[in-house]
C-alpha cells in the first residue's frame, strides 16, 4: 500500500515511550483484523496533532464497513449506532486492557453543516469517534491528503471503493465523518478524491468506510 498521507514519517514507537510522538508520524496501537480472515495485526495510525500530553490520532487505512446508523432516521451523533459501536464492540475488539487505559476521554463538540445548518446535536464525550467536517478541514491541508485506502478486511465487510472518481483514487474509498449532511438523516463523508461531502448520504447505507479516531495520553 502507498502512503497516501504525504511525506509522513514512520514512527515505530515501542513499551509506552509516546513521548516523541509529533504531528505527521505513524504509530502502531491496537490490533484488528486487516487482510483475509480474522487474524488481527496491528493497527497504523497517523498522528494528527499533539497537545497537553495527548495526541490525535486517524486510522492510516480504514479499518471497517459500518451504516452512520442501523437504520433510516433523522439522527445526531450523539444517538448514532456508529457512535456505540466505535466505542463499545470496536474498542474492545482492537485495544487490550492497558491500551484502553491509555485511550483519554475526547471532548467533541456539537457544530452544522456550514452549507444546510443541519444541526449535530449535543456535545459528547468520546473514547474513539469519527472526524468532524471542520475536523477534516481542520487537520488536512488539501484534498488529496485526505483520501484513504481501505484494508482488505474492509472490502470484504463491504467497504465501497471507486478508481473512476476523480484522478489517480489508486483504489481509495469513501470514509464517514461525524457531521450531518443536508438533513439530519444523511452522513457527511469524504470522498476517494479527498473532498469533503457535505451534502451526505442515507444514514442506513451500510457502505461507509471507517476510520477511526482517538486521542492518547503520551506520557503515564
Not at 497537553?52 to 450523539?78: F, G, K, M, V
Not at 485495544?95 to 491509555?102: L, P
Amino acid at each position: 500500500m502507498t502512503d497516501m498521507n504525504g511525506n509522513a514519517q514512520d514512527n515505530a514507537v515501542k513499551g509506552n515511550k509516546y513521548s516523541a510522538l509529533k504531528p505527521g508520524d505513524h504509530v502502531k496501537f491496537g490490533s484488528y483484523p486487516q487482510n483475509h480472515g480474522d487474524i488481527k495485526e496491528p493497527i497504523e495510525w497517523v498522528v494528527l496533532e499533539v497537545k497537553d500530553n495527548e495526541a490525535l490520532l486517524i486510522s492510516r487505512y480504514a479499518l471497517d464497513c459500518q451504516p452512520y446508523h442501523e437504520e433510516s432516521a433523522d439522527i445526531t451523533w450523539e444517538n448514532c449506532s456508529l457512535r456505540k459501536w466505535l466505542n463499545d464492540d470496536f474498542m474492545k475488539a482492537a485495544f487490550t486492557d492497558d491500551e484502553q487505559r491509555r485511550i483519554s476521554v475526547s471532548e467533541n463538540p456539537s457544530g452544522v453543516n456550514p452549507r444546510s445548518g443541519a444541526k449535530s446535536g449535543n456535545d459528547t464525550r468520546d473514547r474513539i469517534f469519527c472526524l468532524s467536517l471542520a475536523e477534516a478541514e481542520q487537520y488536512y491541508a488539501f484534498d488529496t491528503a485526505r483520501r484513504c485506502l481501505p484494508t482488505e478486511y474492509a472490502i470484504e465487510e463491504g467497504v465501497l471503493i471507486d478508481n473512476e472518481f476523480g484522478d489517480n483514487d489508486e483504489g481509495c474509498c469513501f470514509w464517514l465523518l461525524r457531521s450531518p449532511g443536508m438533513s439530519q438523516n444523511l452522513a457527511t463523508f469524504v470522498n476517494p478524491d479527498g473532498s469533503l461531502e457535505f451534502f451526505g448520504g442515507d444514514v442506513e447505507a451500510p457502505l461507509g468506510a471507517i476510520r477511526p479516531a482517538l486521542r492518547i495520553i503520551c506520557n503515564q
